[in-house]
């Protein structure tokens, strides 16, 4: 497949080096998947992202255009990934952002990644990563361009082959996956980690709070390790059972199942 990009609105892949999403990571993302040419949880992620722009000051207003383009690109496949970046646009050397900044938007589609669908069946094995994510509540919950933390894990995860990290702060609290959102289930209660202090507030996450009985609150590892069942979610993978973390074997139990068939039944899990 070959990956149709626009920049801008224009069918380009040249992007200006000055650009501040590329000199200081000034911006966000959203990665949305794509099924049968319409695009998946567009409200939720469109959201998320004008709330993220508010945020950060960022004055992006092209929400018709975003929309227009993004929908251009689902049209051509049946199944991808389409990934849009914002950010605050073009500027000279140093933090400081420019007094009237004009906002870049990069939309891209990529194949599919090949997710085995026994994943459902069989579960991942995970790893609690070494690396840790540092506080920090003014970025917390957004999908900001600052991923280092998410690269540092993801190499430790290739280098056991496995699938997924789940991802501490400096102070040892569950947060994420390194690409998800972790649930976790204690006697029938669903948990998920607070996120006001790091880690990002994911779509899917979001769906299962809003339709589920969801405790949120902070998680530690002892929490982690003695839970009955443990599932992650992302907007691409849906919902993957967690069937072995470290050295220890979990159950893929009846409310991870409950929750898959239901992504299945709404269109959300490919």
């Known amino acids: 497949m070959a990956i149709d990009i626009l920049i801008n609105g224009q069918a380009t892949n040249t ?7 590329l000199q200081y990571g000034d911006g966000l993302f959203e990665t949305i998947a794509i099924k049968n040419g319409k695009l998946l949880c ?3 992620h469109l959201e998320r992202l004008v709330i993220s722009c508010r945020r950060l000051q960022i004055p ?3 929400l018709i255009a975003l929309r227009q383009e993004a929908e251009l690109l689902a049209d051509k496949h049946e199944l991808a990934v389409l990934k849009i970046i914002i950010t605050r646009g ?17 939309l891209a589609t990529y194949p599919w990644p ?5 994943i459902r069946e069989e579960g991942v094995a995970t790893i ?9 509540p003014l970025l917390a919950g957004m999908k900001h361009l600052n991923r280092l933390e998410q690269v540092m894990a993801r190499m430790e995860c290739e280098e056991l082959s496995i699938r997924e990290g789940i991802m501490l702060d400096i102070n040892n609290a569950v947060i994420e996956g390194t690409m998800s959102n972790i649930f976790i289930i204690k006697n029938k209660q669903i948990m998920t980690p607070e996120l ?21 609150k902070s998680i530690n590892i002892d929490d982690l390790m003695q839970s009955d069942e443990i599932f992650l979610c992302n907007s691409i993978m849906g919902v993957w059972p967690v ?3 470290n050295d220890k074997q979990f159950k893929i139990g009846a409310l991870t199942k409950l929750i898959t068939q239901l992504f299945i039944k709404q269109g959300y899990i490919i």
Do not use: M
């Open 15 to 21: 992007f200006p080096v000055d650009d501040r999403g």
């Open 42 to 44: 567009w409200d939720s």
């Open 60 to 62: 992006f207003t092209d």
């Open 90 to 106: 073009q500027g000279g050397r140093g933090y400081t952002p420019p007094a009237n900044p004009v906002p870049s938007r990069i």
């Open 114 to 118: 090949e997710y085995p669908t026994a």
């Open 128 to 136: 609690i990563c070494n690396s840790r994510y540092a506080i920090n």
């Open 196 to 216: 006001s202090q790091c880690g990002v507030k994911g779509v899917i996450r979001k769906y299962i709070i809003d339709t589920h009985d969801v405790l949120i």
């Open 243 to 245: 069937t072995k973390l």
